[in-house]
């Protein structure tokens, strides 16, 4: 054949080949190049000789590449004829192989990426080098390939997990994730159609991921797939762990009876469990075609890559859900501790506010007498601090800075006791169902405050129910492991006693229950409610050390679980004795009383100096000390405030008793916010504080064992 110039009327480059119509191998190499033939034909590479876009000759390994059907497959076609119409980069398959044919001649030789196509119609990516040389005479091109699909494969999967990496870091969804990983898979496997299936938390059921390619009506079928032996290749893969084949869905007894794969031509299904680094199921990864096949080797490795991403981004989506639940968790516990420390700052000013009422009412009560017309309105006064009193108590009870009798109790012992007084309480309508821990519940506990508990919790769980329902109170024994701990800021690993109170009644939706413990806040009607019932709930058991987690559906009840660390040796607290109050007996004892706030200072000395006692006053610790320096008698008892400028009550008690090691001290306070109270037999008095319980300790310290004179 007659050949002209071989890369356009530019080239200086024309052949001198004179073998007009000669193609076959055995006329590309004249007799003299015999040993490059031998070369040529046994090289493990794929050697081809290209004249002006046409082979005219190639070896066994290029006909295998191609997979072509012999030599005739390749020699005899154009180079237009075994590869696409575009090349990855955009360029027509003509236009790149002109430039790269030009650069070839001009520097002598040239490498560079191309894509063939072979004899089934699929794209083979190869590393091609172009070298000139001369044959009988004429210029031609010695043609190297080097079949490197591997390597894009490789790389295009790392450039996908990169980009899946960088769809995390930008908080993508999972959906979108496992929509990428699909795609993926899809395009490095032609005729797949491929979807991911995420098991539930309790690995019972698998739910869709993602599957864009399936039909929708198929996807919902499979939605919510039991993981179970035989449901399928995906619920059997999740079940065993395993990865299952099905070659030909037809017949299968996996899929025996699901009418909705033949609906959508599905013919095979490959399916590869998606598991955690620690080997726990998280999903299945499948691979559908429409018709029966088995998968390659090189097919197997591309789904076992696609799960091991489906992993990654399921188990990332997964530990971002906990990071912000904990974070939430974290923000809301954050909240409840700011309205706690503002709710007990409240409640210490009011409480001074509400001592000197109660103190002074108490005192113009005594002067008028039994008996004065002025006593009911004196009385109303009484009961209306007493309920202030209350109030402020609750919002101590949120805040933890009330005082508790702490003391080794059986909290089955205080259901079984307080029961009757729930039940008169509670609508008749309204049945109980209590189960109890047949050992016991060993707590170390103010039963008062657990009793409060108990109120709150049934008052709450009537007011949810309309019409009849039922309660049900539960204790056992749990073990609190470091997952719960993660989970929960604040709570300390080990063994605890679980009080759960249930109800069936209406539930509650998510953004009511995360604000169910916060004070003030009520979904009843106005009149019917505080908002202080279950903030009081939260703070008595935070201060036990506990911890209280609530869970509700919407039609079907609400479970609180509260935590107290379990005690089983707690020891029995002993009873008080009875006060009797005496007016005007002379006492031959002096009290240095020091309070920051002045009218306590002036209602307690007027208050004790009744009662009999000599009082020194001091509004600051300072002055309490000068005072203490300078008074030529003996002190008999310091009541001091806890929480107070300069230094606090503990600290001030310690000071004096450097000159005064005899001295007993009476502690008062709203709260004792976290201050130990130090001294070996401090005694603690919260305001605001009644006659009887301030006098009552009074006597405790200085009279006890007296034989009468005074206060007995």
């Not at 490789?154 to 979108?176: H, N, W, Y």
């Not at 506010?353 to 006064?381: Q, V």
Request: charge should be negative.
């Amino acid at each position: 054949m007659q050949i002209g110039t071989i890369v356009g009327e530019n080239s200086v480059l024309s052949t001198v080949y004179s073998g007009a119509g000669q193609t076959g191998a055995e006329h590309a190499f004249p007799e003299n190049e015999s040993r490059f033939r031998n070369f040529f034909e046994q090289s493990g590479d794929a050697f081809l000789i290209l004249d002006d876009y046409l082979f005219i000759d190639c070896n066994n390994v290029a006909i295998r590449l191609l997979g072509a059907d012999g030599k005739q497959g390749i020699v005899g076609r154009s180079l237009a004829e075994i590869s696409p119409e575009l090349q990855p980069d955009g360029t027509t398959s003509m236009e790149k192989a002109k430039e790269m044919i030009a650069r070839a001649f001009a520097e002598g030789n040239h490498r560079f990426e191309w894509l063939h196509l072979k004899a089934d119609g699929s794209e083979l990516p190869m590393e091609v080098s172009l070298t000139p040389m001369s044959l009988g005479g004429k210029w031609v091109l010695h043609v190297i390939w080097r079949d490197i699909s591997e390597r894009k494969q490789v790389e295009f999967r790392e450039q996908t997990l990169l980009d899946i990496l960088e769809k995390m870091a930008s908080g993508v969804s999972l959906p979108c994730l496992l929509d990428a990983i699909v795609t993926f898979v899809e395009k490095n496997s032609p005729g797949a159609l491929c979807s991911i299936l995420v098991a539930n938390d309790e690995c019972t059921r698998l739910s869709l991921g993602a599957a864009p390619s399936l039909p929708d009506f198929y996807n919902a079928a499979v939605n919510g797939l039991r993981i179970k032996q035989g449901m399928g290749s995906c619920g059997t893969a999740a079940f065993l762990k395993k990865r299952v084949i099905v070659e030909e869905i037809a017949g299968h007894p996996y899929w025996k009876g699901f009418t909705p794969a033949a609906q959508a031509g599905l013919q095979s299904c490959w399916s590869e469990p998606v598991l955690s680094p620690e080997g726990g199921l998280l999903g299945t990864f499948a691979t559908y075609h429409r018709e029966p096949r088995a998968p390659g080797s090189n097919e197997i490795t591309l789904i076992e890559s696609a799960a091991h991403l489906a992993s990654i981004a399921i188990g990332w989506a997964r530990d971002n859900e906990r990071r912000n639940a904990l974070e939430e968790h974290v923000r809301q516990m954050q909240k409840m501790e700011a309205v706690g420390q503002l709710a007990g700052g409240i409640a210490h000013d009011f409480n001074n506010l509400l001592t000197p009422i109660m103190g002074y009412t108490e005192i113009i009560r005594a002067i008028l007498g039994e008996g004065h017309s002025c006593l009911p309105k004196i009385d109303r006064i009484i009961a209306a601090t007493k309920k202030s009193r209350d109030l402020v108590q609750k919002l101590l009870s949120f805040s933890r800075k009330q005082h508790l009798a702490m003391e080794g109790i059986d909290l089955n012992r205080v259901i079984e006791s307080f029961k009757d007084i729930i039940r008169h309480t509670v609508r008749a309508n309204i049945s109980f169902a209590i189960r109890l821990a047949p050992e016991g519940a060993q707590i170390l506990a103010d039963q008062g405050q657990m009793e409060q508990i108990l109120l709150n919790l049934a008052v709450n769980a009537q007011d949810a129910i309309d019409g009849n329902g039922t309660i049900t109170i539960e204790t056992d024994h749990v073990i609190l492991d470091d997952e719960f701990v993660k989970l929960n800021p604040g709570v300390k690993p080990g063994a605890y006693i679980l009080l759960e109170f249930s109800d069936d009644g209406c539930g509650m939706p998510e953004d009511v229950a995360r604000h169910i413990f916060e004070p003030f806040y009520t979904t009843k009607p106005a009149g019917r409610g505080t908002g202080l019932g279950l903030a009081t709930t939260f703070g008595i058991i935070r201060q036990h050390g506990g911890h209280i987690k609530v869970r509700s559906t919407v039609g079907e009840g609400t479970t609180f679980s509260l935590y107290f660390p379990e005690n089983a040796s707690a020891a029995k607290g002993g009873a008080r004795q009875a006060v009797d109050l005496r007016f005007h007996v002379h006492h031959d004892k002096t009290i240095l009383f020091v309070d920051d706030n002045e009218m306590i200072l002036e209602m307690a000395e007027g208050y004790l100096q009744m009662y009999g006692y000599k009082v020194l006053t001091a509004a600051l610790p300072s002055r309490a000390l000068d005072i203490a320096r300078s008074h030529p008698d003996p002190i008999d008892l310091l009541i001091t405030d806890v929480v107070m400028p300069e230094m606090n009550g503990p600290e001030l008690y310690e000071r004096l008793l450097a000159n005064m090691t005899k001295l007993p001290v009476l502690y008062i306070s709203g709260y004792k916010n976290d201050v130990s109270l130090w001294g070996d037999k401090a005694v603690y008095v919260p305001k605001p504080f009644t006659a009887e319980q301030l006098l009552g300790s009074i006597q405790m310290i200085l009279h006890e064992g007296n034989d009468g004179a005074g206060c007995s």
